[in-house]
């Protein structure tokens, strides 16, 4: 491809608006929703400040709503890349406007991390609650001699692989499980697990749930299909009994 014909491309990625916030300019970084980071530049004084417009707040908000994970993603962003944190937003702030391309650059960056790293924790503490209440489900149900919990098993590639529950019933009726959530890295660790799973030959009979209480995206559901069933969390016990009893 001619350098020509990629700029082209890579120029319909790009736009740039007048805002109250200042000037809009949209980068190639992403959010979790995989929209595009946004960076607002403001004429100040002899110099610029460039900041994120508190997009990267608003992004974790749609995902969780703990203000003390919110700030300290913010913080460990701003430090990482030189920046400073007022209010909401991050806040570069250079001389002249031969800095800002990196200050573009950094702003982008750390908006995009830093609401990474929020979803990415706000995701893992509403698996751990998912984790949780699967277990008070199938207490209520089973003998505590028929669950596992944090269950190991080695994998047909040799690694060993750690699931929430395993369910017993006279060997033929077993069951792993994972609670997922709906971020990619839930996605992708649990599918690496159910995929391993199971015997070299696939001679073993085992059930594989891949266990959730919020909406997957579509994709991930078609993705976790291949390798577990997708079990919401209200038909898990039925589920299970008809395995273990039925």
């Excluded at 929703?33 to 900041?51: A, E, L, R």
């Excluded at 950094?106 to 830093?114: M, R």
């Excluded at 891949?210 to 993705?223: K, Q």
Aim: net charge negative; charged share 25%.
């Amino acid at each position: 491809m001619q350098c020509d014909d990629l700029r082209a491309v890579l120029d319909s990625l790009n736009s740039c608006e007048a805002t109250d916030g200042g000037t809009r300019v949209r980068t190639h970084c992403l959010y979790p929703s995989h929209t595009q980071v946004g960076v607002f530049i403001v004429k100040f004084g002899d110099g610029y400040h460039v900041h994120d417009g508190g997009e990267a707040v608003r992004e974790a908000w749609l995902h969780g709503r703990d203000e003390t994970v919110m700030h300290s993603c913010l913080k460990r962003g701003a430090s990482k890349y030189h920046l400073e944190v007022a209010g909401s937003s991050l806040v570069g702030k250079v001389d002249n406007r031969d800095w800002l391309p990196s200050a573009i650059l950094a702003v982008a960056n750390a908006s995009a991390e830093a609401a990474n790293s929020a979803v990415m924790r706000f995701s893992a503490a509403a698996e751990r609650s998912l984790v949780e209440r699967i277990d008070e489900a199938l207490s209520r149900v089973f003998a505590k001699d028929k669950i596992v919990r944090e269950y190991s098993l080695r994998g047909k590639s040799g690694k060993e692989h750690s699931f929430d529950f395993a369910l017993f019933n006279g060997g033929e009726g077993q069951i792993i499980m994972d609670a997922v959530s709906p971020h990619h890295n839930s996605i992708a660790a649990k599918y690496v697990a159910f995929a391993d799973a199971g015997s070299p030959d696939n001679s073993y009979l085992m059930h594989k749930f891949a266990v959730y209480d919020r909406p997957l995206a579509r994709d991930d559901i078609s993705l976790m299909q291949q390798v577990a069933e997708i079990v919401p969390f209200q038909s898990l016990v039925e589920g299970s009994k008809r395995i273990l009893i039925h």
